[in-house]
C-alpha cells in the first residue's frame, strides 16, 4: 500500500507516517516549511524497514498541490493532515473584528486546497477500485474554541466534505472518513499548564489525554485494507471528551 500524508514531518501527520512504515506501507510525506524535519521522519521510516519520500506541498499555494500528488506516484491511500493554523487573534477580537481577508485565506488553504487534494488522487484510487481518505480534524469545529472560530469553521467544511466524497466514491471502492482529535500530547511545546492539561484529562472516561501515536493507530485503521466498509463517518478521539475548549 502506498500511502500520502500531508503534513508528515511532525505531530500527529509524522506518528502515523511511522505507524504505516512500520506495517509495511510505502510512505510519502508533504512538509512545507519543515524540509529537516521532514527528512529525519523519512529516515526513521527506512531504518524501521519501510519505504519513504518527502515531497513539498503547501496548501496555501494552489500550484503546489498536483505536482506533489504526481510526484508521489499512484496512492492508495490519503492522510489529509495539513492545516494553515492561521492568524493567532486574542481572545478579546469578537465574530465581527475578523477581517475578510483571515476567513478567505483559511477557506483558500484548508477547504480548496484540500478539495483539490482529494481532485489529483481520486482518478486513480477510482481506476484500481481501492482507495482511502482520512481527513484529520479538531475538536475545535464542534465545540468551539474561545475568540476567532475561523479555524473550527475551516475543519467543519472537511465534515461535509467527507460524507459527500463517501457517497461520490464508495461504488468505487473508495472509503472516506474523518478523524477528530481531541488535545492531543505530541511533541510540540503548547501553551497550557500541566494543571490544565490535567483536569482536562480529568474530564474524559479514561483519565488521560491521547498521544500522536492513539491518533495515529486510529488513522491507520481508517486508512487501511482492515477498514472494510466504514466510511462518510466522524470518528472523535476520546479527548475529545474532555471538551477542552470549555475548560481552559
Known amino acids: 500500500m502506498h500511502v ?105 488553504a484548508n477547504v480548496v486546497g484540500n478539495a483539490l487534494l482529494v481532485q489529483a488522487v481520486l482518478p486513480g484510487m477510482r481506476r484500481r477500485g481501492f482507495g482511502r481518505i482520512v481527513f484529520v480534524s479538531s475538536g475545535a469545529a464542534e465545540e468551539g474554541l474561545p475568540g476567532p472560530g475561523v479555524y473550527g469553521t475551516a475543519k467543519m467544511a472537511l465534515h461535509g466534505m467527507a460524507r459527500a466524497l463517501a457517497w461520490d466514491a464508495g461504488k468505487d471502492g473508495v472509503l472516506v472518513n474523518v478523524a ?7 511533541e510540540r511545546e503548547r501553551p497550557v499548564s500541566q494543571e490544565a492539561l490535567d483536569a482536562i484529562a480529568g474530564h474524559t472516561p479514561s483519565r488521560r489525554l491521547s498521544t500522536a501515536d492513539d491518533l495515529a493507530e486510529l488513522i491507520v485503521f481508517l486508512g487501511s485494507e482492515a477498514n472494510r466498509n466504514l466510511t462518510g463517518e466522524i470518528i472523535r478521539d476520546g479527548s475529545n471528551a474532555g471538551r477542552s475548549a470549555h475548560v481552559l
Do not use: C
Open 4 to 108: 500520502l500524508i500531508t503534513g508528515g514531518s511532525s505531530g500527529i501527520g509524522a506518528a502515523t507516517a511511522l505507524a504505516y512504515g512500520k506495517a509495511g506501507a510505502r510512505v510519502t510525506i508533504t512538509y512545507n516549511t519543515g524540509a529537516d524535519r521532514a527528512a529525519e521522519v523519512v529516515k526513521r521510516i527506512e531504518e524501521a524497514g519501510g519505504g519513504a519520500a518527502a515531497v513539498h506541498l503547501d496548501l496555501e499555494d494552489h500550484s503546489t498541490i498536483a505536482p506533489a500528488a504526481a510526484q508521489a506516484g499512484p496512492v492508495d491511500a490519503l492522510v489529509a493532515n495539513a492545516v494553515r493554523w492561521g492568524t493567532i487573534m486574542p481572545n478579546s477580537v469578537a465574530f465581527e473584528g475578523i477581517p475578510a481577508a483571515e476567513w478567505s485565506a483559511a477557506l483558500h
Open 180 to 186: 477528530v482529535a481531541g488535545l492531543t500530547v505530541t
